[in-house]
T-cell receptor, first 111, second 114 residues
């Protein structure tokens, strides 16, 4: 079963705009990670945020985590056509344990 | 590139057949996890191998089995294939050490069961 939900399920934006997607989960976590998947291929790790962290940045990515609300958000700034992909959040309960994924947000960045 | 490789990339089987999928983990990683991803959904955890022992299993029947070898590469075996087994099968390697939680995924094997 899926741990959480991503919202929205799909997002269409123009190049240069920001894209924001949200992830909610159900149980306590150790870490939350975001992955990108292009056209049904392998998952590419984007960023990991620990349960005791509230915000993290990596390049054009900004991730927030609110453990009281059991939710996280991923912001992609100044989007590019190459950002077109599906984005998944995944949680684990302990280091190296199984990842539980949400259903993903499909992002289309139009040139 | 994550350094995780999977073979084959695509596979077509018929119902009732058996299939073996292979995964080579990233150098230095001792843990391999397998996931099934149906079309349009997020990956679902099948099981994990740590130092050649099964270390956790998801909600999959016993006809899904696996192995991990001394070099930490891994196999996923599925017996008595069903149509619903059609999916992308992903393996991920990791170190299973606090501070090194990232799982690195291979490109996947797409299985079609007819």
């Amino acid at each position: 079963s899926q741990q959480g939900e991503e919202d929205p399920q799909a997002l269409s934006i123009q190049e240069g705009e920001n894209a924001t997607m949200n992830c909610s989960y159900k149980t306590s976590i150790n870490n939350l990670q975001w992955y990108r998947q292009n056209s049904g291929r392998g998952l590419v790790h984007l960023i990991l945020i620990r349960s005791n962290e509230r915000e993290k940045h990596s390049g054009r990515l900004r991730v927030t985590l609110d453990t009281s609300k059991k939710s996280s958000s991923l912001l992609i700034t100044a989007s590019r056509a190459a950002d077109t992909a599906s984005y998944f959040c995944a949680t684990d309960k302990a280091a190296g344990n199984k990842l539980t994924f949400g259903g993903g947000t499909r992002v289309l960045v139009k040139p | 590139e994550t350094g995780v490789t999977q073979s084959p990339t695509h596979l077509i089987k018929t119902r009732g057949q058996q299939v073996t999928l292979r995964c080579s983990s990233q150098s230095g990683h001792n843990t391999v996890s397998w996931y099934q991803q149906a079309l349009g959904q997020g990956p679902q955890f099948i099981f994990q191998y740590y130092r050649e022992e099964e270390n956790g299993r998801g909600n999959f029947p016993p006809r899904f089995s696996g192995l991990q070898f001394p070099n930490y590469s891994s196999e996923l075996n599925v017996n008595a294939l069903e149509l619903d087994d059609s999916a992308l099968y992903l393996c991920a390697s990791s170190l299973r050490v606090p501070g090194e939680e990232t799982q690195y995924f291979g490109p996947g094997t797409r299985l079609l069961v007819l």
